[in-house]
């Protein structure tokens, strides 16, 4: 049984001017997320700045989602560290709190090998009894988990149940499919390979699109898992120049400015993160006028 199907939004964090987690506003993001049809939660990823969040927060907003979601959809959190026993104890502290589930990313900067990355998780998945998705981004960390070790993971590991695929290496996908036959998992880590990811047998996307078009996001599973291809993935290919936007510079920088110019009040970033240069921030608000949000 997968954990979800369809579009899980990797929810930003957002803060108030001084640094510290707007709570209230981030109430105001999950239930909008439930009223637009979202698929699933994904908190403290990438997207959620977790890496500039002190333990404590990083545990704090997980606790918090959850509380907030209420049952009503699953909830993700990424617990992944570069240190396996960081990442257990976050992944262990996760699973008292409640989650449906964690995300691992692959540990970045050590550039573990084949052999260290099958331990390393492992090792944090036997810590714990919730599923895991195990996330491959290796423009982010510098190492790619290969087909086999991803595999080799989910047939020998109970719980390790699939991955989020950032590789952008189609090619890589379709090789791990079909090693897989059935026992991964997959969704797409890029909003623009939602129907590319699906055709090869995902199970939906874990989306920084969704922020700002929860529901577009889930009809473009929706859709495509109806059987209306077509209406798929020409709702994919309308959402093209708004992802290639809100990709222009390092996510989230780009999604949280154009949470804040729809009056959503996602905050600044956390440094080192900055926010967008002006010409950057134009072609964002163009393509979001012509994609309808603004």
């Known amino acids: 049984m997968s954990i979800f199907t369809g579009a899980g939004v990797a929810i930003i964090t957002p803060f108030h001017e001084d640094g510290s987690v707007n709570y209230e506003k981030f109430a105001e993001h ?30 704090e ?20 560290s570069n240190c396996t026993e ?16 964690v995300l691992l990313v692959t540990p970045y900067y050590n550039k573990a090998t084949q052999k260290g990355l099958y331990e390393h998780f492992r090792i944090i998945a036997e810590s714990i009894h919730v599923p895991v998705l195990l996330y491959n981004i290796p423009g982010r960390t510098g190492v790619t988990i290969q087909p086999e070790t991803v595999v080799k ?8 149940v699939g991955v989020k695929d950032a590789t952008g290496n189609i090619s890589m996908v379709a090789k791990l499919m079909s090693l897989a036959d059935g026992c991964v998992d997959l969704y797409s ?3 623009n390979e939602i129907i590319p990811i699906l055709a090869l047998g995902g199970k939906g996307v874990i989306s920084v699109l ?33 992802v290639d936007a809100l990709f222009c510079e390092v996510n989230p920088i780009p999604v949280k400015k154009a949470m804040n110019l729809m009056g959503m009040e996602a905050g600044p970033l956390r440094r080192p993160l900055t926010e967008m ?18």
């Not at 907003?61 to 992944?80: D, L, N």
């Not at 700002?212 to 109806?226: L, M, N």
């Not at 240069?277 to 603004?294: T, V």
């Open 210 to 242: 969704s922020n700002v078009a929860p529901r577009q996001t889930h009809e473009i599973c929706e859709k495509f898992f109806a059987g209306d291809v077509a209406a798929s993935c020409r709702m994919q290919l309308e959402a093209i120049p708004l």
């Open 86 to 101: 960081t990442a257990v104890y976050l992944s262990q502290e996760a699973e008292k709190a409640g989650v449906d589930g």
């Open 30 to 59: 999950i239930e909008a997320q439930v009223a637009g049809g979202t698929d699933a939660i994904v908190v403290c990823g990438t997207t959620g700045e977790a890496s500039t969040l002190t333990h404590e927060e990083h545990l």
């Open 277 to 294: 240069e002006e010409e950057d921030a134009a072609k964002l608000e163009a393509a979001m006028k012509d994609y309808g949000l603004l």
């Open 61 to 80: 907003v997980i606790r918090f989602c959850v509380e907030k979601t209420a049952g009503r959809i699953p909830v993700i959190a990424g617990t992944g």
């Open 153 to 160: 993971l989910c047939r020998e590991v109970p719980n390790i």
């Open 189 to 191: 880590g890029n909003d």
